[in-house]
């Protein structure tokens, strides 16, 4: 049986099951770790669900920062440096990987919390994760405020991309699943995914 909630419904709802209902509400999402370091090269890693393509050419994606009513660490190292990394999460560390979301000072590196690997590439000053499949590099294009909320949108260009050779079709389509990357719904709830089938490009 289907149940209907008006706007003011969920307007009412307590604060804590108001956010968890839309966070889930929109369903599946890419999940990844955003990694960054200071100008001291003090690191941070942080998990985001909020990335989503911007185009192709130039290669370039966003994500979503939530308002800046608390530290926001991931945010002020990618402002101040320009740089940072991008890392698909695979099941054996789903569970490292949401840990990240706790608030840790600015002083403690979410990395030696949740015993992630930090990784450096030539070019990059950020840190990428060791155990991540798919990793990308990313450049800091700059920042969209939205008044409506507070929140920002960050947009980034990809500067270098690093994934299993065997991950990549003739086409040049990116097998995820092949590669192990998981996808989650709201904040909290890590899931798998079975392929049902690629299309062919669709014409009238």
């Not at 999940?31 to 290669?59: D, K, Q, R, W």
């Not at 402002?79 to 608030?103: C, D, I």
């Not at 097998?175 to 719904?185: K, R």
């Amino acid at each position: 049986m289907q149940k209907t909630f008006s706007a003011q419904d969920i307007q009412n709802f307590e604060q804590r099951y108001h956010a968890t209902f839309i966070n889930s509400l929109t369903g599946f999402k890419s999940v990844a770790l955003i990694g960054t370091a200071n100008e001291e090269g003090h690191t941070n890693l942080a998990i985001f669900n909020s990335i989503f393509h911007l185009g192709a050419n130039p290669p370039m994606f966003g994500f979503v920062v939530r308002p800046h009513s608390v530290e926001r660490h991931t945010l002020d190292n990618i402002l101040r440096t320009g740089s940072f990394t991008v890392n698909h999460v695979q099941e054996p560390f789903y569970q490292q990987a949401h840990q990240t979301s706790a608030r840790y000072p600015a002083h403690q590196s979410e990395f030696d919390a949740t015993g992630l690997t930090p990784l450096y590439r030539e070019g990059c000053a950020a840190p990428f994760v060791q155990e991540s499949n798919i990793q990308i590099a990313a450049e800091y294009v700059r920042k969209i405020d939205v008044e409506e909320n507070g929140t920002l949108i960050i947009i980034a260009r990809i500067a270098a991309v690093y994934l299993p050779e065997d991950c990549i079709a003739n086409d040049g389509y990116i097998d995820v699943e092949q590669a192990g990357s998981i996808t989650c719904v709201g904040l909290d709830s890590y899931h798998r995914t079975t392929r049902i089938g690629r299309l062919p490009y669709a014409k009238p």
